[in-house]
T-cell receptor, first 110, second 116 residues
Framework: DSGVTQTPKHLITATGQRVTLRCSPRSGDLSVYWYQQSLDQGLQFLIQYYNGEERAKGNILERFSAQQFPDLHSELNLSSLELGDSALYFC?????????FGSGTRLTVV | AQTVTQSQPEMSVQEAETVTLSCTYDTSESNYYLFWYKQPPSRQMILVIRQEAYKQQNATENRFSVNFQKAAKSFSLKISDSQLGDTAMYFCAFMNYASGTYKYIFGTGTRLKVLA
């Protein structure tokens, strides 16, 4: 157990729907990062939050949004889902340098 | 902008042998960190080893070691006495601190298969 908790582990939904992925960072970590990994691809950085504030944005679609709550957990909202959004979504947390990754949420859009 | 390149999409090695995975990066920064992450079939991302750029000594973690060549901007991973459990995707990553945040860049990965 890495200390970073992601729920749910698996999610199957239909095109056009909206889903929310949740991440609880490791205790004491203020930064949360979201990544998307499509099949057999590298990790694409989506967005970073630090202590409740958006800190950096990567290749995140307008249909996607995220937030970090006062208790430091974060949610990634994906809407108007398309088949191409099927991927593994990772959350990572850090206190300084060096990530700790969660086990990911596998999203399948059918 | 920083880039990370892993030029070997796939590699294989016999069990108990040694294998080296290559990684090069490009940056104008002098202070940064480099990492190797392992992603086994379970898809969990696991930190294997990290190197601070200001340290000349190469990092080692048990059977894993790096060859860090700062001038050449090279950061290769050597796995000694390869085991079947080393079969995984390996990602090289660069990190520096800029604009008030840590920025990470990952390479595209090298798929390593350890053969029995």
């Amino acid at each position: 157990d890495s200390g970073v908790t992601q729920t749910p582990k698996h999610l199957i939904t239909a095109t056009g729907q909206r889903v929310t992925l949740r991440c609880s960072p490791r205790s004491g970590d203020l930064s949360v990062y979201w990544y998307q990994q499509s099949l057999d691809q590298g990790l694409q950085f989506l967005i970073q939050y630090y202590n409740g504030e958006e800190r950096a944005k990567g290749n995140i679609l307008e249909r996607f949004s995220a937030q970090q709550f006062p208790d430091l957990h974060s949610e990634l909202n994906l809407s108007s889902l398309e088949l191409g959004d099927s991927a593994l979504y990772f959350c990572a947390s850090s206190k300084g340098f060096g990530y700790t990754f969660g086990s990911g949420t596998r999203l399948t859009v059918v | 902008a920083q880039t990370v390149t892993q030029s070997q999409p796939e590699m294989s090695v016999q069990e108990a042998e040694t294998v080296t995975l290559s990684c090069t990066y490009d940056t104008s920064e002098s202070n940064y960190y480099l990492f190797w992450y392992k992603q086994p079939p379970s898809r969990q991302m696991i930190l294997v080893i990290r190197q601070e750029a200001y340290k000349q000594q190469n990092a080692t973690e048990n059977r894993f070691s790096v060859n860090f060549q700062k001038a050449a901007k090279s950061f290769s991973l050597k796995i000694s006495d390869s085991q079947l459990g080393d079969t995984a995707m390996y990602f090289c990553a660069f990190m520096n601190y800029a604009s008030g945040t840590y920025k990470y860049i990952f390479g595209t990965g090298t798929r390593l298969k350890v053969l029995a």
